[in-house]
């Protein structure tokens, strides 16, 4: 009778230490963007309390943004130039990705950002739209945009912050944030 209790306690233990709890991490979003035909091989890493992630799909830069407990808490999708319809398709994979949205919901995030069939020449200034869950910004102009995703769960207090740097047809730099 010892034995059983024993081993029906083990056996809770081990599937108890198992469950998750429900935050995403870099590794589940990478599976989940290979589900979607994208896969996306970390070329940077750099760690300290935060952990960032970077790698490069079809020519766009993905950042993956991890707390101390490895939970993905922000995510960018950025392209330089013109995004087009490859860009769209990729912003719309890494939403259902990193938030489980259904295509619906996804679809209702970009329109409400204004990436719908293609994307705008400017957004001037940053387009912004909040969910129980989660924060979107994306901002664009003629150099490239960029979309971010806060989790709203693990980063509460910090709203997103998208930063475009250009440089103007003169010998001085400009840094513009949006």
Known sequence: ???????????????????RTGERDSLDF?????????????????????????????????SLFSNSDYKLYRLSVTYSGKGGKDYIDLARAAVMSMCLYSE????AVLETLGINETLPDSTKGVARCETGEFFFSFTCDNAGGMLVIDSLRLNPTQPATVTVRTTVPSPEKAETTL
């Open 1 to 19: 009778m010892k034995r059983l209790i024993v081993l029906l306690t083990v056996i809770c233990l081990v599937f108890c230490g198992c469950v």
């Open 30 to 62: 990478i599976s989940t963007m290979a589900k979607y035909g994208y896969e996306c091989v970390v070329e940077e890493v750099s760690s300290g309390e935060e952990t960032r992630e970077s790698c490069y799909v079809s020519g766009f830069k993905i």
């Open 104 to 107: 619906n919901q996804t679809s």
